[in-house]
């Protein structure tokens, strides 16, 4: 594994929530822990309402993941652009995030232990 990476699977079941509805729950979440930033909860695309889910044209590239696609997240009362993003077909040593979702946490944006 990519020697700053280190990717285990999250304690307990964590729920994402835009503009106050659930997007999503899960007890297979992934936490992804990578140098000094904070961890990040990866969760199974199957966990996931993705019909709140609309793939942006953005894409951004990391050394030590590949490339990320995002998603807006539609909400009754907003859109949050880029909210989420997925590695489609990421880097060997991080092949346990693929078909996984992970969410920037904003205003009217959570992602939460439960």
Known sequence: ???????????GTWVVRA???????????????EGDYPPVIYFPRD???MAFLDASDRRTTCPHK?????FSIMSKSRTYENAAWSYESPKDDVAQIAGHLAFYVQDGVAVEQV
């Open 19 to 33: 503009g106050g509805a659930v997007l999503g729950e899960s007890s297979r979440a992934l936490e992804l822990v």
């Open 1 to 11: 594994m990519t020697s700053n990476i280190t990717i285990t699977p999250a304690a």
């Open 47 to 49: 966990d996931i309402a």
């Open 66 to 70: 590949g490339e990320a696609s995002y």
